[in-house]
């Protein structure tokens, strides 16, 4: 729960910088070429780090089947720090990116390694997601307000440094926990199960049981994370620069102080999330997560058509659309990490969980440069539109497994 708190802390305290990085930086400059700093640009140029976020799942997958899981955690957690460390130097957009890309390799870790952990050494995984889900919404919220609080003050190159502290304390506390990462499979299987075995030894045994499992059903959950991916990468990487721009959200000067009110509705719907994560993760102890899939989804669709046309009418309006984006933008992932657990074997688990955050935060991260492009070239009505198709999408495929027998945690 540390863990994953901080991982969405500095997650979701970039998108509270993008709005400086578009007014102080005029080019980004590689050398042979330069780009001018837009939305589309500086979308894509975050996108490596997001991009990274994911890709680098699937070999931490592979890893998790085979290495303790807090050791893999602590590494994450330091090499975080390192990457805020090297942000608050940055002198240009390019060492930026780097920063960006830094933070992605170490945060990719731990998804994998968190998710793992929760479905082989707890019984009970639905609370568990809850809980685990709750801490990061709790990073999700804490971490941007943080970071907007001390931006009141401080440069963000500054603010970028002070960030690094957290993840410094966190692996402090993680190189000291002392756990049993396999008590749920031990106590379900009298640690006989051959498939909680070591996992995936060789790149031929990897080809097989990636070709294995997506010749089941987890490849529409697969297909659901990507699609999740690219509303949420999408949505919440370029809101707080829309919120900026709502007529009803204009700068409030408090002394010599300038606020502003969209910083502050961004967070609140992320601390929403809190809600949605606890609400879902209870229901998929009680019935098929497919049925939470297909439902939130839906929720979502209608929720990024209701967005803009909401913030037009004004605060009262916007507010309880914001607060029901941020609900079912988190209420769906206990659903589909539950629905992981149920089509996958625990042997596979880790790699099980690297695919899908390989689609949540690897395909996922093109949400930012689909964002980017649209808001520079079309409009935000028009993101939105695709927004609500992605969510359609995603909300099909949890129909689909929904016509299918009930979901069971089989071997392939």
């Known amino acids: 729960m540390v863990a994953h708190a901080m991982v969405h802390t500095y ?20 050398g042979l070429v330069q780009f001018p700093v837009n939305e589309a640009t500086l979308g894509a140029l975050v996108a490596v780090g997001y991009g990274l976020f994911g890709l680098g799942a699937l070999p931490s997958g592979v890893l998790v089947d085979r290495i303790d899981a807090r050791v893999l955690i602590t590494a994450c957690l330091l090499g975080m720090g390192t990457s805020f460390l090297v942000l ?68 963000w190159r ?29 106590a379900t299987d009298g640690g006989g199960d051959e498939r909680a075995g070591s996992g995936v030894e060789s790149l031929g045994e990897f080809v097989s049981t990636a070709r294995t499992l997506f010749a089941s059903a987890f490849a529409v959950v697969f297909a659901v994370t990507f699609f999740s991916g690219l509303y949420y990468r999408g949505a919440l990487t370029f809101l707080p620069e829309l919120l900026h721009n709502v007529p009803a ?39 098929r997560p497919e049925y939470g899939i297909l439902a939130g989804f839906a929720a979502l669709a209608v929720v990024a058509l209701m967005f803009l046309p909401a913030a037009e009418f004004g605060l009262l309006a916007l507010l309880p659309v914001a607060a029901l984006l941020g609900f079912f933008l988190f209420f769906v992932q206990p659903f589909y990490q539950a629905s992981v657990a149920e089509y996958t074997p625990a042997g596979a688990r880790g790699l099980s969980y690297g695919f899908t955050y ?12 689909v964002a980017g492009t649209m808001l520079t070239y079309f409009s935000a009505n028009q993101l939105f539109v695709v927004l609500a198709g992605l969510a359609a999408c995603a909300s099909g495929l949890g129909a689909y497994l929904v016509t299918r027998a009930p979901s069971t945690a089989a071997a392939p």
């Open 358 to 369: 390989l689609g949540v935060f690897g395909v996922g991260a093109l949400g930012a440069v």
């Open 158 to 186: 500054l603010v970028a440094g002070l960030l690094t502290i957290p993840a410094v304390v966190a692996a402090a506390f993680a190189v000291r926990v002392d756990i049993d990462e396999r008590a749920a499979v031990a």
């Open 11 to 30: 997650e979701l305290s970039i998108p509270v910088l993008v709005p400086i990085w578009l007014s102080e930086f005029a080019v980004i400059d590689l």
């Open 88 to 155: 608050a130097v940055a002198p240009t957009p390019a060492f930026i990116g780097l920063a960006l890309a830094i933070w992605g390799v170490a945060a990719s870790v731990y998804h994998p390694s968190g998710l793992s952990l929760i479905s082989r050494g707890v019984e009970q995984r639905g609370s568990a997601f809850a809980y685990h889900g709750m801490a990061g919404n709790v990073g999700i919220a804490v971490g941007p307000l943080l970071t907007i609080l001390l931006l009141v003050t401080f440069d």
């Open 249 to 287: 959200l204009t700068p409030v000067e408090i002394g010599s102080q300038t606020y502003e009110p969209g910083d502050y509705v961004y967070v609140g719907l992320l601390m929403v999330g809190v809600l949605g994560q606890y609400v879902a993760g209870k229901l998929t102890d009680r019935g």
